[in-house]
């Protein structure tokens, strides 16, 4: 599979330069990472590492590892988010419109 040589060749590459590869320009860049989740997540891309240059293979388990640590604490924020939102919901009153004469 083409998308899987690409990673396994070393180094990093982005969406653009997924779509161009692939000769897809008209892929979304959402559509491309679904489509990278999709195969991370069944297997196919057991050792791709998100990066801010793009995707990568992690070369040792210290970079997984790293990675993976990212990942929670994504996860943390997130929840702490989902949090306040909870905390609001608990307290919300609806708004009062004040409009001027």
Do not use: C
Request: glycine share 8%; charged share 25%.
């Amino acid at each position: 599979m083409l998308i899987v040589n690409v990673f396994r060749d070393g180094g990093t590459i982005s969406n653009p330069e997924i779509q161009e590869r692939i000769g897809e320009k008209s892929l979304s860049a959402p559509r491309v990472r679904k489509i990278i989740h999709w195969l991370h997540t069944n297997g196919h891309l057991p050792y791709l590492i998100g990066t801010s240059k793009g995707y990568a293979y992690a070369q040792t388990k210290e970079e997984l590892l790293r990675y993976r640590e990212g990942l929670i604490g994504r996860l943390n924020s997130l929840q702490a988010r989902i949090d306040a939102v909870d905390r609001t919901i608990g307290t919300y009153q609806t708004p009062q419109l004040k409009l001027e004469m």
